[in-house]
């Protein structure tokens, strides 16, 4: 992107305007500029514009007010174990803040948000992290329009996203960035920046999108806000506090990007975490135009586990709504069956339960295409939704009529929603959310086009942009990952290849013909295989787990019975996807779930040892997504195991743990994992590291864990999201040198309570590591290490340790090696301590 010109002006106007603003400015006048500061923010974040589920559509008195968000507040940060993509995360997030431990982190409302920043004189960084879609932009915006509408607030709020300072590539100094962006206020600003800093709060939105580094090591010093530097200086400047000191700056990011800062230099650190049951409630009731409409959507949303979990993020609750909400009207009083008819053709009666379940309707899986249970279904019905139900010419006609027009009006849209998925996947490929007018006319895509009722639902103006030119970014990054999907699985069917981005004009005849050599020559199926496997490939190589949902949407869109809901923009008759398929172990496919050779991939996916962990979990996504018939009966497996119905011993593979890892992902309310005498071993304990921070108790006894599983429990208990209070593993083969391992990640651990590490053959090494431990720790509360190859020589050890620590309430030491001699003094010295119960015999 180029500079931005009104840059330059900013530059020659600097040199003249400390001068103008000392003669010229009264307070008064300085006054009545803040004043139309005030104001001119206060419009451009009205609620209207960012509640509106049909952009600018709707007038104000249609659209439901703000709904309240929770959020987690602590002091400081830690990076979180996990990389995954965001949108897994957020059902964790609740059952870490419903249960967590003092200290982890407080629930709070915006509200109190709202005080300290525009109220209190707190100055430093605060710093707001949130999944996708979980509402960060959307507080940001109201913090700005609560300011703007206070009259008690003395602050001076600038506002600006880092999607804006990425067009900067020129230095530039702050005051000419303000200048700017806020031209109203050019003759008072180098005074504003001169004088009371602690006034000045500066919000700065969505640090993930920000594509120069951050160079906290390295960056020169600059406190002068005239001078001239880089984006990337100049944000490290001011969060390291040498511009505008004292000043308010509070950051938002996507968790993957925290890391971007160093906790050090964060004041007070908050967790969007989204909406909880009752918000959620709020939400339907407030966005669906009738309450019994908004009970349907939330009934059946209920009785669909992975659906339900997304529904923490408002911006899914917003997809849901719009992707259901029509439907369920247009069936009058009849009960929510199929939320999206499909059209001409039949549908199969699917099994899948209406009624919420305790734990997880996943075993319920869906197995018809009659009713959207996956999340590829609900944005294909989000999708229809707004071209059968929103678009242009059709406000007379009834609902029902419309489903029926349904395939001519998504016929009439394919060729444009393909140059808007080859927007979408290029930009996800470049990890580049907004698009300028060029971008679109490469694609064929015209400008004015933008203005059409469906268009302007899913691409919106970045209004408040610093560019010149206009500029568009997809409505939510999840629909521009499903755009991408959508388009990359259509070119895959369709022969072309999707990493190919045809020119208008010759070269997209040259694609054409290129596509129909390779067509012959690698024939249509290997040409779909292999460019599904690229997919997989190349969200494999990105750690952040950006194309996470993007396979996800791929994997969904080849089932069969996807393509039914969006009939007329997939072929009505498509070629039969890989008939007589020969490959090894195929699963036995059902006609509605995806083609054998996508099922054998996800597999395989799930065999491969190298895999990071969360990509195995986002495999069993892809799986769901696949509507794998076999998934279902697995998981039936591991609910009755869960509670504990089945018989301790079965020989378990490790693709096993990684279906477990998922389950589990999917179940909030499951606080105690119990998986004693499960031929668990190190690799197993492995795949189910994303998940095992999360629980408070985990009953590992009885397996193989050995060093190695110590190692992942290390890991596990250093995590900052760690809830773990009880932490069983009575023999698990860890030896001394697990002992060391584990007390390695108990040392950054402030949550276990209760450790029970029985038959262990820890010896007198482990017994030294464990009391170099209780010389630190304040945490524990009992030990119980019975039948350990302890000796006196431990047993003085830990006694030593034990002067320094008097929260160490019960320690057990049955069975070990002492001498008469030692027990006895083991009995003196628990004599002397009236609040431990040493438990020790011969
Ligand atoms: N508190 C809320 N009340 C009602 N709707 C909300 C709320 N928060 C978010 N939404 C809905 O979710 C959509 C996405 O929200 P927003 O853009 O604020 O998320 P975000 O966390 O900034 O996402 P990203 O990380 O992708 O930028 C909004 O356009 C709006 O429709």
């Given at each position: 992107?180029s500079?931005?010109p009104?840059?330059?002006?900013?530059?020659?106007?600097?040199a003249?305007g400390?001068?103008?603003?000392?003669k010229?400015?009264?307070?008064d006048?300085?006054?009545?500029?803040?004043?139309?500061?005030?104001?001119?923010l206060?419009?451009?974040?009205?609620?209207?514009?960012?509640?509106?589920?049909?952009?600018?559509?709707?007038?104000?008195?249609?659209?439901?007010?703000?709904?309240?968000?929770t959020?987690?507040?602590?002091?400081?940060?830690?990076?979180?174990?996990r990389?995954?993509?965001e949108t897994?995360?957020?059902?964790?997030?609740f059952?870490?803040?419903?249960?967590?431990?003092?200290?982890?982190g407080?629930?709070?409302?915006?509200?109190?948000?709202?005080?300290s920043?525009?109220?209190?004189?707190?100055?430093?960084?605060?710093?707001?992290?949130?999944?996708?879609?979980?509402?960060?932009?959307?507080?940001?915006?109201?913090?700005?329009?609560?300011?703007?509408?206070?009259?008690?607030?003395?602050?001076?709020?600038?506002?600006?996203?880092?999607?804006?300072?990425?067009?900067?590539?020129?230095?530039?100094?702050?005051?000419?960035?303000?200048?700017v962006?806020?031209?109203?206020?050019?003759?008072?600003?180098?005074?504003?920046?001169?004088?009371?800093?602690?006034?000045?709060?500066?919000?700065?939105?969505?640090?993930?999108?920000?594509?120069?580094?951050?160079?906290?090591?390295?960056?020169?010093?600059?406190?002068d806000?005239?001078?001239?530097?880089?984006?990337?200086?100049?944000?490290v400047?001011?969060i390291?506090?040498?511009?505008l000191?004292?000043?308010?700056?509070?950051?938002?990011?996507?968790?993957?990007?925290?890391?971007?800062?160093?906790?050090?230099?964060?004041?007070?650190f908050?967790?969007?975490?989204?909406?909880?049951p009752?918000?959620?409630?709020q939400?339907?009731?407030?966005?669906?135009?009738?309450?019994?409409?908004?009970?349907?959507?939330?009934?059946?949303?209920?009785?669909?586990?992975?659906?339900?979990?997304?529904?923490?993020?408002?911006?899914?609750?917003?997809i849901?709504?719009?992707?259901?909400?029509?439907s369920?009207?247009?069936q009058?009083?009849?009960?929510?069956?199929?939320?999206?008819?499909?059209?001409?053709?039949?549908?199969?009666?699917?099994?899948?339960?209406?009624?919420?379940?305790?734990?997880?309707?996943?075993?319920?899986?869906?197995?018809?295409?009659?009713?959207?249970?996956?999340?590829?279904e609900?944005?294909?019905?989000?999708?229809?939704?707004?071209?059968?139900?929103?678009?242009?010419?059709?406000?007379?006609?009834?609902?029902?009529?419309?489903?029926?027009?349904?395939?001519?009006?998504l016929?009439?849209?394919?060729?444009?929603?393909?140059d808007?998925?080859?927007?979408?996947f290029?930009?996800l490929?470049?990890?580049?959310?907004?698009?300028?007018?060029?971008?679109l006319?490469?694609?064929?895509?015209?400008?004015?086009?933008?203005?059409?009722?469906?268009?302007?639902?899913?691409?919106?103006?970045?209004?408040?942009?610093?560019?010149?030119?206009r500029?568009?970014?997809?409505?939510?990054?999840?629909?521009?990952?499903?755009?991408?999907?959508?388009?990359?699985?259509?070119?895959?069917?369709?022969?072309?290849?999707?990493?190919?981005?045809?020119?208008?004009?010759l070269?997209?005849?040259?694609?054409?013909?290129?596509?129909?050599?390779?067509?012959?020559?690698?024939?249509?199926?290997?040409l779909?295989?292999r460019?599904?496997?690229?997919?997989?490939?190349?969200?494999?190589?990105?750690?952040?787990?950006?194309?996470?949902?993007?396979c996800?949407?791929?994997?969904?869109?080849?089932?069969?019975g996807?393509?039914?809901?969006?009939?007329?923009?997939?072929?009505?008759?498509p070629?039969?996807?890989?008939?007589?398929?020969?490959?090894?172990?195929?699963?036995?496919?059902?006609?509605?779930?995806?083609?054998?050779?996508?099922l054998?991939?996800?597999?395989?996916?799930?065999?491969?040892?190298?895999?990071r962990?969360?990509?195995?979990?986002?495999?069993?996504?892809?799986?769901?997504?696949?509507?794998?018939?076999?998934?279902?009966?697995?998981?039936q497996?591991?609910l009755?195991?869960?509670?504990?119905?089945?018989?301790?011993?079965?020989?378990?593979?490790e693709?096993?743990?990684?279906?477990?890892?998922?389950?589990?992902?999917?179940?909030?309310?499951?606080?105690?994992?119990?998986?004693?005498?499960q031929?668990?071993?190190?690799?197993?304990?492995?795949?189910?590291l994303?998940?095992?921070?999360?629980f408070?108790?985990?009953?590992?006894?009885?397996?193989?864990?050995?060093?190695?599983?110590?190692?992942?429990l290390?890991?596990?208990?250093?995590?900052?999201?760690?809830?773990?209070?009880?932490?069983?593993?009575?023999?698990?083969?860890?030896?001394c040198?697990?002992?060391?391992?584990?007390?390695?990640?108990?040392?950054?651990?402030?949550?276990?309570?209760?450790?029970?590490?029985?038959?262990?053959?820890?010896?007198?090494?482990?017994?030294?590591?464990?009391?170099?431990?209780?010389?630190?720790?304040?945490?524990?509360?009992?030990?119980?290490?019975?039948?350990?190859?302890?000796?006196?020589?431990?047993?003085?050890?830990?006694m030593?340790?034990?002067?320094?620590?008097?929260t160490?309430?019960?320690l057990?030491?049955?069975?070990?090696?002492?001498?008469?001699?030692?027990?006895?003094?083991?009995?003196?010295?628990?004599?002397?301590?009236?609040?431990?119960?040493?438990?020790?015999?011969?």
């Amino acid at each position: 992107m180029s500079c931005i010109p009104a840059c330059t002006e900013g530059t020659t106007k600097r040199a003249t305007g400390a001068s103008i603003t000392n003669k010229e400015n009264t307070k008064d006048n300085q006054l009545e500029l803040l004043r139309k500061h005030k104001e001119i923010l206060g419009r451009e974040h009205v609620p209207a514009d960012y509640l509106s589920v049909r952009g600018g559509q709707l007038s104000g008195s249609e659209l439901g007010p703000f709904t309240e968000t929770t959020l987690s507040q602590r002091q400081g940060y830690a990076v979180p174990l996990r990389y995954q993509h965001e949108t897994t995360e957020v059902g964790d997030a609740f059952r870490k803040a419903e249960l967590g431990p003092e200290g982890q982190g407080q629930t709070c409302e915006f509200s109190k948000v709202c005080q300290s920043l525009l109220f209190d004189r707190a100055d430093g960084v605060t710093l707001l992290s949130g999944v996708a879609g979980s509402g960060k932009t959307t507080l940001v915006r109201r913090l700005v329009h609560d300011w703007a509408a206070s009259e008690e607030s003395q602050k001076v709020v600038f506002s600006l996203s880092f999607r804006e300072l990425n067009l900067v590539s020129e230095p530039q100094s702050l005051q000419e960035l303000l200048c700017v962006h806020y031209n109203h206020l050019r003759a008072i600003l180098p005074q504003i920046l001169a004088s009371d800093f602690g006034r000045i709060l500066l919000i700065l939105d969505g640090l993930d999108e920000f594509r120069f580094p951050l160079d906290f090591d390295r960056t020169p010093k600059c406190s002068d806000p005239e001078l001239a530097q880089s984006m990337g200086d100049m944000v490290v400047n001011l969060i390291k506090g040498n511009l505008l000191p004292g000043m308010s700056l509070l950051l938002t990011s996507r968790p993957h990007a925290l890391s971007k800062v160093p906790p050090q230099l964060v004041s007070v650190f908050y967790t969007v975490l989204g909406f909880s049951p009752d918000q959620q409630r709020q939400y339907f009731l407030q966005t669906c135009r009738t309450p019994r409409a908004a009970e349907k959507v939330l009934q059946y949303v209920s009785s669909h586990q992975p659906l339900l979990l997304m529904c923490h993020i408002p911006a899914f609750c917003w997809i849901v709504a719009t992707a259901l909400q029509d439907s369920v009207e247009a069936q009058g009083s009849t009960p929510l069956q199929d939320p999206m008819p499909l059209s001409t053709h039949e549908t199969t009666d699917s099994p899948i339960a209406t009624e919420p379940k305790t734990m997880c309707t996943l075993t319920d899986a869906p197995q018809g295409p009659g009713k959207p249970a996956t999340v590829t279904e609900i944005y294909c019905c989000f999708l229809k939704a707004i071209l059968v139900f929103h678009g242009e010419g059709r406000e007379g006609t009834s609902r029902v009529h419309r489903l029926q027009e349904a395939p001519r009006v998504l016929r009439g849209m394919r060729s444009l929603l393909r140059d808007l998925g080859a927007l979408a996947f290029r930009g996800l490929l470049e990890r580049r959310f907004l698009f300028d007018a060029a971008d679109l006319g490469a694609l064929a895509l015209n400008c004015s086009d933008l203005s059409r009722a469906f268009l302007v639902e899913i691409l919106r103006e970045d209004r408040a942009s610093l560019a010149c030119e206009r500029s568009f970014h997809f409505i939510h990054t999840s629909v521009q990952e499903f755009l991408a999907a959508l388009y990359y699985v259509l070119q895959s069917l369709s022969g072309a290849d999707p990493f190919f981005s045809p020119k208008p004009g010759l070269a997209s005849l040259t694609g054409k013909a290129l596509t129909a050599a390779t067509c012959r020559l690698l024939g249509h199926n290997r040409l779909v295989r292999r460019n599904v496997k690229k997919a997989f490939r190349l969200s494999e190589s990105h750690q952040s787990g950006h194309l996470d949902l993007f396979c996800r949407f791929v994997s969904g869109l080849l089932v069969p019975g996807t393509h039914q809901i969006l009939d007329g923009i997939f072929p009505r008759e498509p070629r039969k996807l890989f008939p007589g398929s020969t490959g090894r172990a195929a699963a036995p496919t059902s006609p509605t779930s995806a083609p054998p050779f996508l099922l054998r991939l996800l597999h395989s996916q799930l065999q491969r040892q190298e895999l990071r962990p969360e990509r195995q979990v986002n495999a069993c996504h892809c799986l769901y997504e696949a509507l794998d018939p076999g998934l279902s009966a697995r998981m039936q497996n591991w609910l009755c195991l869960l509670a504990q119905q089945a018989v301790a011993g079965s020989v378990r593979t490790e693709q096993d743990w990684s279906e477990l890892a998922f389950l589990l992902e999917l179940s909030p309310s499951l606080q105690d994992l119990n998986l004693e005498a499960q031929g668990l071993g190190a690799e197993g304990l492995r795949r189910l590291l994303p998940v095992l921070p999360l629980f408070s108790t985990l009953r590992l006894g009885l397996n193989p864990l050995g060093p190695e599983g110590a190692a992942i429990l290390s890991q596990a208990l250093r995590s900052p999201d760690c809830r773990i209070e009880r932490l069983w593993v009575v023999q698990t083969g860890l030896g001394c040198e697990g002992m060391k391992i584990l007390t390695e990640g108990l040392r950054e651990n402030h949550t276990v309570v209760d450790l029970r590490m029985a038959i262990n053959g820890i010896g007198d090494e482990g017994a030294y590591c464990l009391a170099e431990l209780l010389r630190t720790n304040r945490t524990l509360r009992d030990i119980r290490l019975r039948d350990n190859k302890v000796t006196d020589k431990g047993a003085e050890c830990l006694m030593a340790a034990l002067v320094e620590n008097t929260t160490l309430q019960c320690l057990w030491l049955f069975d070990n090696k002492f001498s008469k001699d030692g027990v006895q003094r083991l009995k003196e010295f628990a004599k002397g301590r009236a609040t431990l119960d040493i438990k020790v015999c011969i």
